[in-house]
């Protein structure tokens, strides 16, 4: 491939396969990196699974998607444990395929079980990669993935002591441009609210958070005195029965809108995956955020959030501690601390990840 680029002479297309799934999470950064890849020439292919969420997220970037067979390793008894080494093994294979077919110059993951066969058949190839983890301690794909990469991106400065000294490089955490140019008619328009009320925005994760969302419909009746809210609770988590209800609005799940969405929310309930608080620091949205609990995850999202509760960007609430009267008492007291977790978010210094990672992309690739 020898195309001509304006004004500079041929040069040689570079082509990267970006890698990553299971969760919003493990795609949105590499969404973040898109624009900007295309914009220096690379050509762009993207191996995911071959039902997981990123599957859906990356058509509308018109890039080529490239399905593989996907296991995990869990931390519980499952009948799936025993069948799930012979779908990574399945994906390893297809993953060479692959990348003996496209003979990318360099391989990027965001991580997600799906990436692992990816990674590993990258090194088999000699094709360089990189590696982004974006909790503060490295989760089982990306560590199973760690020996094969050149480089590990990581958002936090404490979790460069968990990573290979040579290999570990704090960049932050990609953030889609596009975010920060949402429009607040265009959201008042979607969810038909008007300006008399601040906007409570609800962030469960891409999959939807049952606890999260039982709690605020619990509590709608309540909050709606005082607040118009916005809920994102999850694919085929929508209750019917609240369609018509003035000031609550909820989806399933934005994509193209969600920028106006977060232009409008005055403050945000949310989750504390890596990604999305990196995404409110960004935009500087004032929040609560309630992690997973350790019955339900390996305790990132709690260290997440207590790394930013400490840095005074967010409130946190326990999920062991929600109640009713809790959740209350932690939304009003999200809305009479919001201009001191502004001014703490400005007083940050915000990386520019994006030109980091590319940077990286370019010294590393063949």
Same mark, same amino acid.
């Given at each position: 491939? =020898? ?15 970006? =890698? ?67 779908? #990574? ?25 799906? =990436? *692992?066969?990816? *990674? ?6 000699? *094709? ?18 760690f020996p094969s990469a050149v480089k590990i991106c990581c958002n ?16 932050? &955490?990609? *953030? ?63 209750? &019917? ?14 994509q193209e809108e969600f920028k106006d969405i977060m232009a409008l ?41 207590? &790394? ?7 409130? #946190? ?5 929600? =109640? ?43």
């Amino acid at each position: 491939m =020898t195309p001509v680029s304006p004004g500079k002479g041929p040069f040689i297309m570079k082509r990267i396969i970006l =890698t990553g799934g299971g969760t919003a999470g493990h795609v949105t950064p590499n969404l973040a990196l898109i624009p900007k890849l295309k914009e220096m020439g690379y050509d762009i292919h993207y191996i995911g699974s071959y039902q997981g969420i990123e599957k859906e997220l990356i058509p509308p970037f018109n890039i080529p998607y490239h399905g593989i067979s996907s296991g995990k390793l869990r931390r519980y008894f499952s009948i799936q444990n025993f069948t799930d080494p012979f779908r #990574v093994l399945k994906g390893f294979i297809e993953a060479r395929k692959l990348i003996k077919k496209l003979k990318p110059d360099l391989i990027f993951s965001k991580g997600g079980f799906v =990436t *692992v066969p990816v *990674v590993v058949a990258a090194k088999a190839h000699k *094709v360089p990669a990189l590696i982004h983890e974006s909790d503060m301690t490295p989760g089982l794909a990306n560590k199973l993935a760690f020996p094969s990469a050149v480089k590990i991106c990581c958002n936090f400065p404490e979790t460069l002591k968990h990573l290979p000294k040579d290999k570990g490089v704090l960049t932050g &955490s990609p *953030v889609r441009e596009e975010l920060f140019l949402g429009s607040k008619k265009v959201a008042l328009d979607l969810c038909n609210f008007t300006t008399d009320k601040p906007v409570l925005l609800i962030l469960g994760g891409s999959l939807g958070s049952v606890v999260i969302n039982d709690a605020i419909r619990k509590l709608l009746p309540t909050l709606l005195e005082k607040y118009q809210v916005i809920h994102i609770c999850g694919k085929n988590k929508l209750d &019917s029965s609240l369609r018509a209800i003035d000031g609550y609005a909820q989806f399933e799940y934005l994509q193209e809108e969600f920028k106006d969405i977060m232009a409008l929310a005055d403050f945000v309930l949310s989750r504390a995956g890596a990604n999305t608080i990196c995404e409110l620091l960004a935009l500087r949205k004032p929040s609560l955020l309630i992690p997973l609990s350790l019955k339900a995850s390996r305790g990132d999202q709690i260290l997440n959030a207590k &790394s930013f509760e400490k840095q005074g960007f967010s409130l #946190v609430l326990k999920e062991e501690d929600l =109640t009713d009267s809790s959740l209350l008492e932690s939304i009003q007291s999200l809305q009479e601390n919001r201009d001191t977790l502004i001014e703490n978010m400005n007083a940050s210094s915000q990386q520019d990840a994006i030109h980091i990672i590319l940077k990286l992309i370019q010294e590393h690739q063949k």
